[in-house]
């Protein structure tokens, strides 16, 4: 029997891990707060988007989703209960993806200050899904010196640093409204403190 002098296995790439680990980016706290003083000169609009991101890990249709009464400013809460993007020209809003997205999420000082100074054009705190908000992102880290990064990596900027910083996982994936958590903690009419510890850590980590 022939024998070969080299493993036919050589050119097998194992998958050891998930792809979408892969795919991951996100930013350190520091380059977070490199990001936030180099856009001090961008739109309300636009700072405001970018902090919901950060603070809240909300998805961009549901930054856009928002309505003003959705706000709670006395409890210092958003209720995400929607999602609306800007297709073809025309704006298409719908129920969240699924029923954890569906969620309260709690909203530091600098988030509501901001928020008062949107203008009341409409029934959402933004007047239309601005379609540019990635190319403005871009626009920022170039300016900062920082690396480019997604839009969408915002939210998973958001995880890692609380993650990184002592929150347990559950209360992660439900604070983002991921959907491999059980249903029976969903659409609470309260905010779970759970959930405002979570965003406390991120405010006092970003300061």
């Not at 961008?42 to 009464?69: D, F, M, N, P």
């Amino acid at each position: 029997m022939d024998l070969i002098d080299y493993s036919p296995l050589v050119k097998v790439k194992l998958k050891l891990e998930d792809d979408r680990t892969k795919k991951l980016h996100f930013y350190t706290a520091e380059q977070v707060k490199i990001l936030f003083d180099n856009m001090q000169d961008e739109t309300i609009e636009t700072q405001l988007a970018i902090k919901l991101a950060v603070y809240c890990g909300l998805r961009r249709s549901e930054i856009y989703g928002i309505q003003w009464k959705d706000i709670d400013t006395k409890n210092k809460t958003i209720h995400i209960q929607r999602t609306r993007l800007r297709v073809n020209g025309v704006d298409e809003t719908s129920k969240t993806k699924t029923l954890n997205s569906n969620r309260i999420v709690s909203i530091n000082d600098e988030l509501l200050k901001d928020i008062k100074k949107m203008k009341h054009t409409s029934e959402f705190i933004f007047e239309k899904p601005d379609r540019d908000i990635c190319e403005k992102l871009h626009r920022i880290q170039f300016k900062a010196s920082l690396p480019r990064i997604k839009f969408h990596d915002l939210r998973h900027t958001s995880a890692t640093l609380l993650l990184a910083n002592g929150l347990d996982l559950k209360s992660v994936s439900e604070y983002l409204g991921h959907s491999n958590i059980s249903t029976t903690s969903i659409y609470v009419h309260a905010l779970d403190q759970k959930h405002k510890v979570a965003s406390d850590k991120l405010t006092e980590l970003l300061k």
